[in-house]
């Protein structure tokens, strides 16, 4: 298996693969999505939060498609994030973060619908500080995968295949992917404290805090691993009524509470009965 | 007039040019981004097309996600006594 790390997480696909087109790839969108490098495009947006800013084709597909994620879901998987990730104290690349990083005020998260695009044009009505990484990497390991051309291509919890691959699932379990897109969203990695209390990366636009949901890890199947990480992410942030929500789109979900409990929603048990708790 | 008075003129008239063009642009562009963004509607719309704006964002929903045909699509399966090739956790 090949292995290399890219946008925080680690990158993996079978030997026999492009890799060097892979990691190529993964480098180029973490060079102009990154919220950590200053000289990423991202953080050029973000310097001038108001107004009209031109962006580059690949930043306003990326962007669009955000805004898609947002519609779909009413909001929750939102680009307008950044400025309450930055407020919970998530301002430099993880790693670097200190274990408590002192007192943090929850922001509140702009409409989505404060931002427009015109071809390359951006134009934000409020202040919105932009966060992209709630589609970035669910598109780049799709893309990722068309450029392998076979087999099947993993990024930190993202996994998108063309053929037939067995996947580990947080809890110790596993599932047969076909093809497609799988993908979890979690809070049990990138947890840090701001004076003393618990924050996460995973922020609920309707609070501008980290999301107290009752779920841990939430695993979505889907046809593209774009489709997967935004319905893991609005599914974990909507609780109790994730499993439900899943279904009303017909898409498979796991569901792990913080106590490891498991909870499938019925297109999961439907697809992969034997799927059982960990 | 002087040549020189003549040049500073046509400058300043050249300067108000951008100025007026710039302004004129933009403000198009903001009432066209504006016009056309479906997340605008609501704003100004009366309560007949709000309703219009809650059914199409389910549009977009069943559009994004792609699976409105129930049982249209089945990409999982059980593992079986497999080993995992790879991870689907958090990093």
């Not at chain 1, 200190?98 to 015109?118: E, F, H, K, Y």
């Not at chain 1, 799988?182 to 924050?199: E, F, H, I, M, N």
Request: charged residues 15%.
């Amino acid at each position: 298996m090949n292995a290399f790390r890219a946008m925080g997480c680690d990158v993996a696909l079978p030997y026999g693969v492009p890799v060097g087109l892979v990691r190529a790839l993964f480098e180029e969108r973490d060079a102009r999505f990154s919220r950590f490098r200053p000289s990423s495009e991202l953080s050029r947006v973000n310097a001038l939060p108001l107004g009209l800013t031109l962006v580059s084709g690949e930043f306003a597909s990326m962007l669009s498609l955000s805004l898609d994620a947002a519609r779909a879901t009413d909001g929750l998987v939102t680009p307008a994030v950044g400025g309450a990730i930055l407020a919970a104290g998530y301002d430099r690349d993880f790693v670097l973060l200190p274990r408590d990083v002192g007192a943090a005020v929850p922001a509140a998260v702009p409409s989505w619908q404060s931002i427009s695009l015109q071809g390359g044009g951006l134009l934000r009505t409020e202040t919105v500080q932009l966060d992209l990484n709630g589609v970035v990497k669910g598109k780049t390991v799709d893309d990722a995968l068309e450029l392998a051309g076979s087999g099947w291509v993993s990024a930190g919890g993202d996994v998108a295949a063309l053929e037939p691959v067995v996947v580990g699932l947080p809890g110790g379990d596993s599932i047969a992917l076909h093809d497609g897109g799988l993908a979890t969203s979690s809070v049990a990695k990138r947890r840090w404290l701001a004076a003393g209390v618990p924050q996460n990366h995973l922020i609920d636009p309707r609070t501008g805090s980290s999301t107290t949901s009752p779920w841990r890890d939430v695993t979505v199947a889907a046809s593209t691993c774009l489709i997967a990480d935004v319905a893991a992410k609005a599914a974990l942030l909507l609780g109790a009524a994730g499993p439900a929500w899943l279904d009303g789109r017909n898409l498979a979900g796991r569901f792990v509470a913080h106590s490891g409990a498991v909870t499938l929603n019925e297109s999961w048990s439907a697809r992969a009965p034997k799927t059982l708790a960990a | 007039m002087t040549r020189i008075e003549k040049a500073r003129r046509r400058v300043t008239v050249a300067r108000y040019a951008i100025g007026i063009t710039a302004a004129v642009a933009l403000g198009g562009f903001a009432a066209v981004a504006r016009v056309s963004h479906p997340g605008t509607a609501p704003r100004v719309a009366t309560a007949r097309t709000t309703v219009t704006a809650a059914s199409t964002s389910d549009d977009s929903s069943s559009t994004f996600f792609g699976q409105a045909d129930p049982g249209s699509y089945s990409n999982i399966g059980p593992s079986g006594s497999a080993q995992p090739q790879v991870q689907s956790v958090a990093s």
